[in-house]
């Protein structure tokens, strides 16, 4: 394990965290938690932490390998800044990350994507035209209120 000083990012910098929607009443009550579940143990992971990846594109290969068994539909993408906290790698290439502090709710975003009619999109990318849709990052408070037609 290295662990990196807490200097390193002085500056915003963000941290991507993958999820099951049935993960996320729990997250939106609790905020993110280190736990150390059977999908981080297929990975290879033994300690407790929260898992994260600081580079977007990387989120199908994490899909992939953390949710085989998971239709993308149902996978959430959330997002907390990492500027003073202390985090950890486990692999630089495969930008495996993790800290070991709690992250608390009001500190956690979702992405939200949707078309230019408003029509909800989920993770699938193979299935819009990424000219035409709306991205954006909300607040965790938010969820439940956007989230209702899913």
């Known amino acids: 394990m290295i662990r990196f000083n807490e200097e390193i990012f002085k500056e915003d910098h963000p941290a991507y965290h993958l999820t099951t929607m049935a993960h996320m009443k729990q997250i939106t009550e609790e905020g993110l938690l280190p736990l150390c579940g059977d999908h981080c143990k297929r990975v290879g992971h033994t300690e407790k932490g929260i898992c994260f990846f600081d580079y977007f594109p ?10 085989p068994e998971v239709p993308i539909k149902d996978l959430e993408m959330l997002r907390f800044n990492l500027k003073g906290r202390t985090w950890h790698a486990r692999d630089y290439i495969l930008q495996d990350y993790y800290v070991l502090e709690p992250v608390l709710k009001q500190d956690i975003e979702f992405l939200q994507m949707t ?5 909800l999109l989920s993770l699938d990318y193979n299935k819009f035209d990424i000219q035409e849709v709306d991205v954006k990052w909300y607040p965790l408070s938010s ?8």
């Not at 990387?58 to 949710?67: E, H, I, K, P, T």
């Not at 078309?115 to 029509?119: A, H, L, V």
């Not at 969820?143 to 899913?150: E, H, M, N, V």
């Open 58 to 67: 990387s989120w199908y290969r994490w899909a992939q390998n953390l949710y």
């Open 115 to 119: 078309t230019k009619d408003g029509s």
């Open 143 to 150: 969820y439940k209120i956007l989230r209702k037609g899913k």
